[in-house]
């Protein structure tokens, strides 16, 4: 059961990170009559520079650095950025205390109202809820994308009605604080290695995941990879009604790729949706993607031909296996989205032609081998960059790779890329990591490397 806005009135909330979800947070708590404290521990910053990022007539409490105890003592509710690890002193203290910690998505669910949409994975979360978004918005008045995406839930849930449908893109991170949060429709698009320096086990992940559908009952659907063993094993105890997709696997029932068509199988039954060829996104990923996009908003109930008629005319999102032009016969590809070696592995595969890769980035504590031998015989220089360049490069001898070339910053691997490839081939940012410490995130990344492609200039 939804918790009424007027349970929150008056009650003092502890928000823990000034970054975009922790202003969400105290905008929606403010305008529902909490009394909202903003904290970051974070002394460096200027409380002015902090108060500068909330709506002008938002006039709340600001804390930096230490947390005062009686500020610790008095609260009713900490809302936590999904930022903050959940395993830390800080946290446990508050529910030590009986204090219930929730994150920006599960705040926003309490306050919100209308029709949901969860979706999570480690890697498509980006583009199908994208997809989906389009596609809702193509047959709904009201719709709001929001969470991992870049919105926050939080600045959409106080204007929502009865009529909005809310698309979520859930990271882990989100989904450790949630507790109400049941969507109409779920959707596990795969889980692989990932994140685990902030989860340590790969059950930790896994089971974090799956939080999503925790909430759900047979009424509600969660779409689920059926060639994914974390999510295959996941659809033998989901509480949800499971819709399958798969590429790999003719279904009974579900979405499923054969040759270049998408099937939908009905207790045996088939339909043929579309060829893969009529849409615009590339790679066995997005045809994944595509499938699940089909199948929440089909779940949502989306008339098939209104479904397709999106699809057709969906392009690929910023950062995703993304074109930015041809310079010198060279195709040049953005994958900076592909921040861990399950998503790079999407990447590479999507290449049809012999490609210059860069990889490298902030470790992760992944491991690299099935991310190199997907290399097969397409990459033809590998120009490493970041705190794990050394790491894949030991890694990439192992399995034979043998054009390596480090670079001390990204110009200089952007450089070497352009000397490596004749027409004919591919430049691809697929990194396998994250873009920390040399960048603030991956769009900046992203942005950079188009730049720099853009700015080629064409020889004679």
């Not at 009605?161 to 779920?186: C, G, H, M, N, W």
């Not at 099937?263 to 060829?275: D, S």
């Amino acid at each position: 059961m939804k918790m009424d806005i007027l349970e929150l009135r008056n009650k003092k909330v502890l928000v823990v990170g000034s970054g975009i979800s922790g202003i969400g947070a105290v905008q929606a708590l403010y305008y529902t009559g909490a009394l909202p404290v903003l904290y970051d521990a974070n002394e460096s910053l200027k409380e002015e520079e902090v108060r500068a990022k909330l709506a002008p007539d938002i006039a709340v409490e600001i804390l930096l650095g230490v947390l005062p105890e009686d500020t610790a003592r008095t609260v009713e509710l900490v809302v936590v950025s999904p930022g903050v690890p959940t395993d830390t002193e800080f946290v446990g203290r508050f529910r030590k205390e009986g204090i219930p910690v929730w994150g920006e998505i599960e705040l926003a669910y309490r306050i919100g109202s209308g029709r949901v949409v969860g979706i999570t994975g480690t890697n498509g979360k980006t583009t199908t809820t994208s997809l989906v978004g389009a596609i809702m918005a193509a047959y709904c008045q009201d719709v709001d994308v929001v969470g991992n995406i870049g919105n926050p839930y939080t600045l959409t849930a106080m204007d929502a009605t009865e009529d909005t449908v809310t698309v979520a893109e859930i990271s882990s991170f989100q989904l450790e604080t949630i507790e109400a949060f049941r969507p109409d429709v779920s959707a596990i698009l795969n889980i692989t290695p990932d994140h685990l320096n902030r989860h340590h086990t790969m059950e930790n992940y896994a089971a974090v995941k799956e939080a999503i559908a925790s909430n759900q009952t047979k009424e509600q659907v969660c779409v689920l990879n059926y060639d994914n063993s974390y999510t295959r094993a996941f659809g033998e105890r989901c509480p949800a009604r499971v819709v399958w997709f798969s590429s790999g696997h003719r279904l009974l029932n579900g979405f499923y790729q054969e040759g270049e068509e998408i099937c939908q199988a009905v207790e045996g039954r088939i339909t043929h949706v579309m060829n893969i060829h009529d849409m615009n996104l590339v790679g066995t990923c997005n045809v994944e993607n595509v499938m699940a996009a089909i199948a929440i908003t089909q779940a949502m109930g989306v008339p098939m031909d209104r479904i397709l008629a999106v699809v057709r005319e969906f392009k690929a999102v910023e950062h995703r296996i993304e074109y930015v032009a041809t310079k010198n016969g060279v195709e040049y590809y953005n994958d900076s989205k592909g921040t861990n070696p399950d998503a790079a592995i999407q990447g590479i595969k999507a290449m049809n032609k012999p490609t210059v890769l860069i990889g490298g980035g902030y470790d992760k504590q992944s491991e690299y081998d099935a991310w190199i031998e997907a290399f097969e015989d397409k990459v033809k220089c590998l120009v490493l960059i970041g705190q794990t360049r050394e790491k894949i490069a030991e890694c990439a001898r192992a399995h034979g790779v043998g054009n390596i070339v480090l670079a001390d910053s990204f110009e200089e691997a952007f450089a070497v890329c352009v000397k490596e490839a004749v027409k004919g081939d591919a430049v691809l940012l697929s990194p396998a990591c994250a873009s920390w410490g040399m960048f603030p995130n991956y769009e900046v990344r992203g942005r950079l490397f188009k730049e720099l492609v853009n700015q080629l200039e064409e020889s004679e």
